[in-house]
């Protein structure tokens, strides 16, 4: 890394002693939302030169207390110093001079500028006469993705780009302006194994210049390997903070759950009777991928779809729910030939789609939680052109209920929800359907570890109602404990095939049993991959 740039930041670490010595100490923040209160009396001090997790389950409060720190919601309570000063003014402005910089949940690009016009938004260099150098903004963008290592090119309209390299563009962003203070809210979700790599490198980069660095994620795994210390938080008050030693996976989900957790484990799955062929593709092809893909799904099961990212697991989901219509080869569904044009007719055709995007995609973020779970299925509820607000409103509650959403009222805006809580509204929204054939495309992306184990249940729950689920996973762990057998897809094609049974072996420790079978599972991906 560039010594001048960086300069400002480079510091001697510094023994934890008074507020002082931290980079940043908030204390006692407090603050509610109507009724709602999002944090109570809440502490995070954080090192410099220190990789600080913020962990907790959904709604807990971590990105309430984040924003509270870059200066986008004021707290009712709380001190907060910077290096030792105290943060008396609380907006963006402020924040943002004392060396604060954030990474959203959500994102916040531009999609029709480039990557550098993003990176320099309202910063831009400008030449003698006064005017935007744009010339000047994507050279410094091509060494600031230089130097970070980034293949990027800072003329790529962000619009164009995939989600990890929207994220990583995200990521610099946030970085070229040199902050003393970063702070990450669940920035790996959208990245690949290779992105994550290359986050983790360029956060150790920062860390040995002495940035504090905050960091939000579900994924306990990441967790283990990157943060040198964690505070926890449940249901908007301090648990605690320790250094990564002092804490193991189980005492951090405990701590988190707020009872004896368990990590995702092998549900007692009974044995689902498997039925007739509901979901019939052959020699499916898309305009780009999959390609000739034959796969046959019947009541009762559930397929698991893995692959590197890339690899064309979610345009097989949108072909199957007719976003892009095939471009050859055949669909049946329930022993009938299709030949869908939209979502609607998918619908119709009693297919439901949980998409991957869950703000692009899946909701309307400014409507009620209530609107987004009726949209789709509004012909069901209406009688005579009318709603019935009874009905809508016991499906509404139903699922707010059974997928444990933490919402004020169903009434609250998509808005007012946290990350993890939107995403199980997209999920009721699918349900509410009441579809045959239900296909999830990462369905627990942005979900705490408490619930994950209960997603899993609802899409066994789906199987033994005699439905057939197609589940789109990165994770291992997820397809194995929810599916009967798992597809492997590689360049657009089905490249493997593994029945559940074997992988996974009938004897032994249920952990241990579905670490193996993950193992397995992780092989056949890299195989397949080597074979091309
Ligand atoms: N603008 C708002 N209006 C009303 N309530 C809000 C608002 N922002 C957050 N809340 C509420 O505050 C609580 C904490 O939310 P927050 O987004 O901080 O959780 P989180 O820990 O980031 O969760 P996740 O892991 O799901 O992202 C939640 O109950 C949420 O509904
Ligand atoms: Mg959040």
Request: glycine share 8%; net charge negative.
């Given at each position: ?278 979901l019939?593709l ?8 999959p390609?000739?893909v034959d796969l046959t799904v019947?009541?009762?099961e559930v397929v698991g779809v893995a692959g590197?990212?890339?690899s064309g697991r979610?345009?097989l989901a ?152 197609l589940l789109i996973s ?5 397809l194995?404990?929810?599916s009967d057998r798992i597809v492997v897809m590689a360049?657009g094609r089905l490249a493997a095939e593994v029945a559940i049974?074997d992988i ?17 599972l992780?092989?056949l991906i890299?195989?397949v991959?080597?074979?091309?």
């Amino acid at each position: 890394m560039s010594s001048t740039i960086h300069q400002g930041a480079v510091q001697a670490r510094q023994p934890a002693g008074t507020s002082a010595d931290f980079a940043i100490s908030m204390k006692g923040i407090t603050k509610t939302f109507g009724g709602v209160k999002a944090l109570l009396n809440v502490d995070l001090e954080v090192e410099r030169g220190e990789i600080h997790a913020l962990l907790g389950g959904n709604g807990a409060g971590k990105s309430t207390l984040l924003k509270i720190l870059r200066g986008v919601q004021s707290p009712d309570a709380g001190v907060i110093r910077v290096g030792g000063e105290v943060l008396a003014e609380h907006s963006t402005e402020a924040s943002r001079r004392a060396g604060i910089a954030m990474i959203f949940q959500e994102m916040s690009l531009i999609p029709t500028l480039s990557a550098a016009q993003n990176i320099f938004l309202n910063r831009e260099p400008k030449t003698a006469t006064g005017l935007i150098d744009d010339g000047e903004c994507r050279r410094q963008a091509r060494a600031l993705f230089e130097e970070f290592h980034v293949a990027i090119d800072p003329d790529e309209l962000v619009g164009n780009m995939s989600s990890g390299q929207r994220q990583l563009t995200e990521i610099v962003k946030a970085i070229s302006q040199r902050s003393k203070i970063l702070v990450l809210d669940e920035p790996s979700s959208a990245l690949t194994e290779t992105e994550v790599e290359l986050l983790f490198g360029i956060l150790r980069q920062l860390k040995n210049d002495g940035v504090a660095i905050i960091y939000v994620s579900h994924r306990m795994e990441e967790i283990m390997r990157i943060a040198d210390r964690a505070t926890i938080l449940r249901d908007g008050r301090y648990v605690l903070t320790a250094t990564m030693a002092e804490l193991s996976l189980d005492k951090i989900i405990t701590h988190i759950v707020g009872q004896e957790g368990r990590n995702l484990a092998m549900p007692q799955r009974g044995v689902s009777q498997t039925g007739e062929a509901i979901l019939e593709l052959h020699a499916a092809s898309g305009p780009v991928k999959p390609i000739g893909v034959d796969l046959t799904v019947h009541r009762g099961e559930v397929v698991g779809v893995a692959g590197l990212l890339g690899s064309g697991r979610s345009s097989l989901a949108r072909l199957v729910y007719g976003i892009t219509p095939l471009a050859s080869g055949s669909m049946r569904v329930k022993g009938e030939a299709v030949h869908l044009n939209s979502p609607a007719e998918a619908i119709a055709a009693g297919i439901a789609l949980i998409p991957e995007n869950r703000l692009r995609e899946g909701l309307v973020a400014r409507h009620s939680v209530a609107s987004n779970i009726c949209l789709p299925v509004l012909d069901r509820l209406s009688r005579w052109l009318l709603v019935s607000t009874e009905r809508a409103g016991k499906l509404v509650n139903e699922h707010i209920v059974s997928l444990k959403v933490k919402t004020d009222s169903p009434e609250a805006s998509m808005l007012s929800l946290s990350g993890g809580n939107q995403q199980k509204v997209v999920l009721a929204k699918g349900l509410a359907t009441l579809p045959d054939i239900l296909v999830l495309d990462e369905p627990t992306a942005g979900i705490d570890i408490g619930s994950k184990t209960e997603i899993v249940t609802l899409i066994r729950d789906m199987a033994h109602a005699n439905k057939a689920v197609l589940l789109i996973s990165s994770e291992p762990s997820e397809l194995i404990a929810a599916s009967d057998r798992i597809v492997v897809m590689a360049d657009g094609r089905l490249a493997a095939e593994v029945a559940i049974s074997d992988i996974v072996s009938d004897e032994g420790d249920p952990a241990e049993r579905l670490q193996n079978a993950q193992q397995r599972l992780q092989l056949l991906i890299q195989k397949v991959n080597a074979n091309d």
